[in-house]
Nanobody, 124 residues
């Protein structure tokens, strides 16, 4: 079992930055990859990015490359999502997710544990 709790969401002006955190508990943190997803009102959940178990490999949605960065601190059982140059269209609920499966990717089906989400609102 893995429990995930996101934090760090809030209201920010366009062009600003936010860093989201996701604290994990339960299974040993370094044994599973972590992903970030987001869901805007009226839209489907969207892949943001993923980081490998060690943190040595990351992958992002093409549209977010260069603005969003995922990192993890396995000693603190925490994964981070650094968001820069935020735009109003980045407004969404952001979710972290864990996969204890052997493979991972952009599809939500890869992930078997989810946090409750944190709201990010970007004003114009």
């Amino acid at each position: 079992q893995v429990q995930l709790v996101e934090s760090g969401g809030g209201l920010v002006q366009a062009g600003g930055s936010l860093r989201l955190s996701c604290a994990a508990s339960g299974r040993t943190f370094g044994t599973y990859a972590m992903g970030w997803f987001r869901q805007a009102p009226g839209k489907e959940r969207e892949f943001v990015g993923v980081i490998s178990r060690s943190g040595g490999s990351t992958d992002y949605a093409d549209s977010l490359k260069g603005r969003f960065t995922i990192s993890r601190d396995n000693a603190k059982n925490t994964v981070y999502l650094q968001m820069n140059s935020l735009k109003p269209e980045d407004t969404a609920v952001y979710y972290c997710a864990a996969t204890t499966y052997s493979s991972y990717g952009a599809g939500a089906d890869y992930y078997n544990y989810w946090g409750q989400g944190t709201q990010v609102t970007v004003s114009s």
